[in-house]
């Protein structure tokens, strides 16, 4: 399963100064953290960027992706990184469910040094940087990012590894490219102009994830064949062809976000959709989660974690 959640460069538009700009961007990260996303994306606004050019929201996210053991390596002195003391700890965890700092743990590490003997020096926060093999079937670079394995911390035993780097990937493109890749998966648009979140529409979005659920026509969606979340003749017939998808492994899953004062259908030059519908093809389901809201305003941080909440269930 592949989650990718895409923000827009204009995610600050509204903060007061670039300490509550870095904030938030803080509080998307973490939401990325808890809900083991795996994509970041930021994606375009020019009309609705704010006071810290388009490029701020992607240097903070990558900047708060990056182990803190790491950060003094990979990062210089930035002006966008003015407030970076104000971002939250992420406390990722690694995929086996070890901590950070056990033996047996996943690590990320940065080669600093490419020797001839098929060795390479990596820096993954421990005391001294290491020296580590290459596998026959890795080829690695100095500066990049690599996984390590740490067995045992005294003496020091690790290996390099080809598995996932803990945490989320943090890149930029274009809103319609990003919709348009292979893990797309089902793609769903956060907004308070969409369908609201029930639990049964929830119980059939999450049967659908775990059945694969395709975008566009890949997938046959709910179980009576109608797109994402359209269950209004079938919420009383959960059949069992529904109750074994969400026993499965979960698919691939896409969701994006609007910016403060400028959603989705604004970002997009759309009318606002009529219960979800705008005619608009490249979202299966637009969401709203969370109905009947108290505030004027859920702000883009708020509605990524309440967003992802409910999406992350299983039965």
Same mark, same amino acid.
């Given at each position: ?11 600050? =538009?509204?903060? #007061? ?30 009309? @609705?960027?704010? +006071? ?8 903070? $996210? =990558? ?27 992420? =406390?990722?965890?690694?995929?086996? @469910? ?8 996943? =690590? ?13 020096? /990596? +820096? ?11 596998? @026959? ?8 990012? /690599? ?47 969409? #369908? ?12 659908? $994830? ?44 896409? /969701? ?17 959709? #009529? ?12 969401? +709203? ?18 967003? $992802?909440?409910? $999406?992350?269930?299983?039965?």
């Amino acid at each position: 399963m592949t989650t990718s959640v895409l923000v827009p460069a204009s995610l600050t =538009r509204e903060a #007061e100064d670039k300490r509550e700009a870095t904030r938030k961007i803080g509080y998307v990260a973490r939401a990325a953290t808890v809900f083991r996303v795996d994509r970041l994306t930021v994606y375009p606004d020019p009309d @609705g960027v704010g +006071n810290w050019g388009s490029g701020f929201v992607e240097t903070v $996210l =990558r900047y708060a992706a990056t182990p803190p053991y790491l950060r003094k390596e990979v990062w210089d002195r930035r002006s966008e990184l003015e407030y970076a003391g104000v971002l939250p700890a992420l =406390r990722v965890r690694s995929l086996t @469910g070890s901590g950070s700092t056990e033996s047996g743990s996943l =690590r990320q590490g940065i080669v600093t040094e490419v020797g001839a003997d098929g060795r390479v020096r /990596v +820096n993954c926060g421990l005391q001294h940087p290491i020296s580590l093999p290459v596998p @026959g079937d890795m080829d690695v670079g100095e500066g990049e990012r /690599v996984s390590v394995r740490v067995s045992s911390r005294e003496p020091v035993r690790a290996k390099l590894v080809d598995e996932p780097l803990p945490g989320f990937a943090v890149d930029a493109a274009d809103l319609d490219d990003a919709l348009a890749r292979d893990d797309a998966g089902l793609t769903v648009a956060a907004s308070r102009y969409g #369908e609201e979140l029930t639990v049964t529409k929830l119980h059939h979005l999450v049967a659908q $994830l775990r059945d694969g659920g395709q975008h566009g026509d890949g997938g046959d969606g709910p179980a009576d064949g109608a797109r994402a979340g359209d269950v209004d003749d079938a919420a009383s017939d959960v059949d069992s062809e529904d109750a074994d998808a969400a026993d499965g492994p979960p698919g691939d899953l896409t /969701v994006a976000f609007g910016a403060p004062e400028r959603g989705l259908p604004a970002i997009l030059g759309i009318d606002r959709p #009529e219960r979800g519908e705008t005619g608009d093809d490249r979202f299966d389901l637009w969401l +709203n989660t969370v109905p009947d809201q108290g505030s004027e305003v859920v702000r883009t941080e708020e509605a990524v974690f309440a967003t $992802l909440a409910p $999406l992350r269930l299983t039965e």
